[in-house]
């Protein structure tokens, strides 16, 4: 299990303050954790860095 208590969470540059669709990331050691910015305490996505690069350019190639 990852503890998430202390992340540092970064929103997108690309998001604006107005709400919208707007996720989350946050490394802890050799994992990344992603989550809905409208839902900071719901589920979060756990991903190493070579399946978030995979999930990134799956979503690019779509």
Do not use: F, Y
Not at 34 to 61: A, C, E, F, V, Y
């Amino acid at each position: 299990m990852v503890d998430l208590t202390t992340a540092t969470w970064r929103k997108a540059s690309r998001s604006t303050s107005n709400g919208g669709a707007c996720i989350e990331l946050a490394r802890v050691n050799d994992t990344i954790a992603i989550r809905d910015s409208k839902n900071p305490t719901g589920p979060k996505l756990l991903l190493t860095p070579q399946n978030l690069q995979h999930l990134t350019q799956t979503i690019k190639n779509s």
